[in-house]
């Protein structure tokens, strides 16, 4: 017989986000920005895999964060400024662990931009490298 664990094992449990939005306000010239803050808590448990946490605008990566090694109780803050496009832009935040976790939240935010201002410029897929 095996010994039981002294306490229950979490296998495949998706990582949680827990999210605050807040609109910048335009100032400088420049375009309006959203500014995403919170926390990514992954579950422990035993072995080794990559973290991840991960926000697009569109097809566009803004934030970036990972790490290798021991899968232990993680939280991780986050806090991303995001400058806004004319028109809509859609946000998606992931927090991946391994291949087989992951926990996304995505939401759509509208700005217009004021006459002159048009934000950052948004390059087409192929400009980007991205398109074939």
Do not use: C
């Amino acid at each position: 017989f095996s010994t039981l664990p002294l306490s229950p094992l979490t296998p495949n449990v998706v990582p949680a986000l827990d999210l605050h939005m807040e609109e910048l306000p335009v100032s400088d010239g420049k375009a309006a920005r959203l500014r995403v803050t919170g926390t990514a808590r992954f579950v422990g448990h035993a072995g080794e895999a990559r973290r991840k946490v991960l926000i697009f605008r569109g097809n566009d990566k803004v934030y970036f964060w990972t790490r290798k090694g021991p899968t232990n109780e993680a939280a991780v803050d986050l806090d991303a400024t995001i400058p806004l496009v004319d028109g809509k832009n859609d946000i998606a935040v992931f927090a991946i662990e391994g291949k087989d976790r992951t926990a996304v939240r995505r939401f759509t935010r509208f700005w217009t931009a004021p006459v002159g201002q048009a934000g950052p410029p948004v390059l087409p897929a192929a400009a980007r490298g991205g398109g074939r």
